[in-house]
């Protein structure tokens, strides 16, 4: 956590100093210890969330465009009704509405 605010602030000079800085601080007896090692698992609780919702994501847009990939194969089939592919395209369009939503309200 320290390296990470150091680098940001001054770059991998000052980030392997604060590295360094924050690792001893987190060894010692004490408060700043204590809020040290929060500060780092929640840190830490954090990163994994947004990982865990970088892969929904990619699921979502494999899913967005397998549908799309089946709606091709069905209109490319001489032999469907041009009624069912019109409901088709209406019920993909309403799906890939509702994937960009999720996708901007966890975004």
Not at 39 to 56: E, T
Not at 68 to 89: G, I, M, Q, Y
Request: aromatic share 6%.
């Amino acid at each position: 956590l320290g390296g990470a605010a150091g680098f940001i602030i001054g770059g991998p000079v000052l980030g392997a100093i604060a590295a360094a800085a924050a690792n001893y601080a987190s060894k010692m007896e004490g408060d700043v210890s204590d809020v040290i090692q929060a500060v780092s698992k929640s840190s830490i609780q954090v990163f994994n969330y947004l990982a865990n919702l970088d892969a929904k994501y990619e699921v979502l847009g494999k899913a967005k465009g397998s549908l799309d990939e089946a709606l091709d194969k069905l209109k490319a089939n001489p032999s469907v009704d041009p009624e069912t592919v019109k409901k088709v395209e209406t019920a993909l369009a309403n799906t890939k509405s509702k994937i960009t939503e999720v996708n901007e309200e966890y975004d």
